[in-house]
């Protein structure tokens, strides 16, 4: 189970897995967010599980972003995922503020 949910301040929480099963519809339901806002903040701290598709959805998102013109920013993501884009260098590449608690 997935969800993203916006917080009182704004920030965009994505809950659950980032798995292969869910970042078809966590992409779209992202898609739609960066639409409706010029400068968004994707809050990952409530990531129980995220595997290498997770990399891919981060790098899809800020592709998408950047072409409909939109900012967006990624914090408090899970340390395996972190791990991930370390080994592929994406994290020298995507928008990732590193601790934001």
């Known amino acids: ?7 009182p301040s704004g920030k965009l929480i994505i809950a659950g897995e ?9 992409y779209k339901e992202g ?7 010029n ?5 990952l701290e409530q990531v129980i599980a995220s595997d290498n ?5 981060l790098t899809s998102w800020t592709r998408y972003a950047k ?3 939109k900012t ?10 972190l791990k991930i884009l ?3 260098n994406l994290h020298r590449l995507l928008p990732i503020k590193l601790n934001e608690h």
């Open 1 to 7: 189970m997935h969800k993203i949910k916006t917080d």
């Open 53 to 57: 598709s997770g990399a891919a959805l």
């Open 18 to 26: 980032v798995t292969f099963d869910t970042t078809p519809s966590l």
């Open 72 to 81: 967006i920013n990624f914090i408090n993501l899970p340390s395996q995922l």
């Open 39 to 43: 400068d968004l903040v994707f809050d």
């Open 31 to 37: 898609c739609h967010l960066i639409n409706a806002h």
């Open 67 to 69: 072409e409909e013109n």
């Open 86 to 88: 370390e080994l592929t």
